[in-house]
Each structure stands twice: as C-alpha cells, then as structure tokens.
C-alpha cells in the first residue's frame, strides 16, 4: 500500500486541478473553434475544404536533424489545394509546440524561435479528433483530420509516437506500435525473420548488464562469428556508433561504445557486397519499387557520410532474375513483420550471389534526394504525388479503432 502524506496530497491538488478543470472545459467545448475538418462535399468536381494534415517533427533523438530536413521537404511539396498543413515541433529537450512559420526555419533549425510558437498537446480523446493549443492560460481545439508523423530514432520511429497516435483515434501515416518497434529493434527483425527463413547476417546479441563479463561475451562471440565484425546498438535508426572491428581489442571498444548509446547490441558478421535498397509503399497492395544500389565506403562507417547525398545507382546492375526475386521478398518481409503506409528494405547482394537483408526501415529518409522518393519516382510517383498518396492511404485504411 501506497501512503502519501496529507500536505503532498494538498499540494497535488492545486497541481492538478486546475487541469482537470481545463480539460472538463475544453470537452464541454467551452473553448473549441469552429473547424470544418474533412469536408467531402464536392461542388463543380472539386473538393470545397482542404485537408488538414498535422506534419510532427522534430524530437528527442539523434536524428534531430533528419527530421527537420524531411518536415521541410514534404511542407515544400505538399500540395497546397488539395491539403492544409499544421506543423507540430517537438524541441531537443521535448517540448510541443505549434508552429505557423516557414519552413526555411525548420530546415535551418530556428523554428522554435518563433514568437508565436504555442504550446500544444494532442487530444487524446478518439472523439475530439485534433490538437488542443495552449496560450495566455486558454485553451483552443484545432480540428486535424491525419497525422504525418516524420520522427527519426528513439521517440519516433520505434513505434511510440504510433502508440501515442492510436489512443487519439487519428489517421496518421505510417506503421503501428508493433510493427515499427520490431523494426527498429534489430534483435526482433533478426528473429522473426529468422523464424521465417529469411537470410540474415549470422549475428548475436549482448546487454549492457553484461559488460562486466565482456572478455567473456567477446570470446564467446570470436568463436561464433568471423572477423571482421560489426557492432551495432539494436535501436538506433542512423549510422552513430557502429563500428567495425577487426580484432580482440577493437571489439571489445566497438561493444562499449554501442552500448553507451543502448542498453543492447547487435554484433554482427560482416557482409561483403552490393548495399541494395528497395522501396515499399502500400496496405494491401503493394506498390514494390525495383532495387537501387547505394555507393559508400564500408570502412568508414561515418555517420555524415551515410546522409551527404551517398552515391547511388537507380535501377541498380544486377544479374537477370535477381531485381525480381529482390522486390519478392522485399512484399513479404514488409508483411511479414507488418508495415503499412511505406517502408524502406535495405540488402546485401554478395560477392557469391546471396541477398541477404540488413534493416528495414519504416519511416524512411523523406526528402527529394532520398532514396526512398527516388525509388518511388521509378515506379511513376512525383514527390507531391507520393505525398498525397501516402495521406490518402492513412485515411482510406484507418480501422477508427482506438485502444
């Protein structure tokens, strides 16, 4: 049993009533606006409302900065007649606000320093679809009618933000808590993969609780895998602290720095090949995007280099049949594991003529240059186009379920 003494029980009541207060106010729609939302009353063909469509970005996480660049990117390529964006930024030390600037400033990552940033919450009632912005100690209900999350790594892409989005009972774009979690979490990728016959990297795990039996994990793990070997933390969405290891003692330097950063790791065989990505887009069915092959040096496992506009090959070179038996299993991974909306598959085609699978991705970088839009450009999709359609889907294929 839990005893709280009588003068923090007081002091937690003028905490929280006044929000319970504020909250009672703004269901019994003391302090909503008038907002039309969907509309799908057409006049003349055309649609008489717009729209309206919450682009999130931002976050706590290491790939801050690829947020950014993707809210940018698809608030300059939306189109404007057919949507109306509202922008939800989310600071490095986690606070939402609302933002009603350019978005030149997301991209050059002033944003927050907008005067009329607002605080601003998601309303996590199902029938109040929407964000509810906080200014001057009021209220005011912002009707949106889907949620285009664009968050990177932890807090975002490992299926929080979907778990977030599914109490509020919006459509948003994107895979949910489940699927986006085993996906970013390599160990559950390998897995269920493996379970499924899916050739993956030979590979085993470690936990930052073991690090004071790590000579012990590093010969377990030299008598297990082939030099050289990659180390990996199992939930982290860009390049940061994996390195390569070639010996005893840089393995074991590999193993701390990972596990810095998480509180497990991936340690890996390394593969030696063609770095082949293919694109997902879809429900049901899908559209599958033909391979294109990235250009990097393996060696230096330098995070800016993996994002500085990589060389790439789009469609990539590849021997007949094998772009086929790629963008095959490309459709069933991405259902294996549950993904929705979109996802990016990343392989291995080897020097012997195996593919092998390395990650997927399932809220892919998202700009113009991006291999993902690319990829999609090949199968006939303009940006806007691709835009518009991963909306549309969100909409089309919500289940309106909330939990």
Known sequence: MCIVHNKYMNSLKYVFTPIFALIKQIINKRYFCSCNGINLKYKGGKRMSKIRVAIIFGGVSNEYETSLSAAAA?????????????????????????????????????????????????????????????????????KVDVIFPLLYGKNGEDGTIAGLLRVTGIPYVGSDL?????????????????????????????????????????????????????????????SKSVNKASDFETLKNAIKIALAQDDKVVVEEFVEGKELQIAVLGYDHLVISVPGEVVVKRDDFDFNSMFS??????????????????????????????????????????????????????????????????????QGFTFEELIGELITQAIDNYEGKSV
Do not use: H
């Open 309 to 378: 506009e990589p060389g790439c090959i789009v469609p990539a070179l590849l021997e007949n049949g094998v772009s086929e038996t790629l963008r095959q299993l490309s459709g069933t991974v991405y259902k294996l594991m549950g993904c929705v909306g979109m996802a990016r598959m990343d392989f291995y085609y080897t020097n012997d003529g195996e593919i092998v699978i390395s990650q997927i991705n399932t809220v892919p970088e998202f700009t113009e240059n991006s291999m993902y839009v690319k990829l999609m450009e090949k």
């Open 178 to 238: 489940i699927a986006s979690a085993a996906c970013m979490d390599k160990t559950y990728t390998r897995m269920v993969l493996g379970y499924n016959n899916v050739k993956t990297s030979k590979w085993k795990m470690m936990f930052r609780n073991e690090l004071n039996m790590l000579d012990e994990k590093c010969n377990e793990f030299c008598a297990e895998l082939a030099y050289p070997i990659i180390v990996k933390p199992a939930n982290f969405g860009s």
């Open 74 to 142: 698809v608030i300059e390529n939306i189109n404007n007649e057919e949507y109306e964006t509202v922008c939800i930024g989310i600071t490095r030390k986690g606070r939402w606000l609302y933002y009603p600037g350019a978005s030149e400033d997301i991209l050059n990552d002033t944003w927050s320093e907008n005067p009329d940033c607002t605080p601003v919450v998601i309303s996590p009632d199902p029938n109040r679809n929407g964000i509810i912005k906080l200014e001057n100690g009021e209220a005011s209900f912002f």
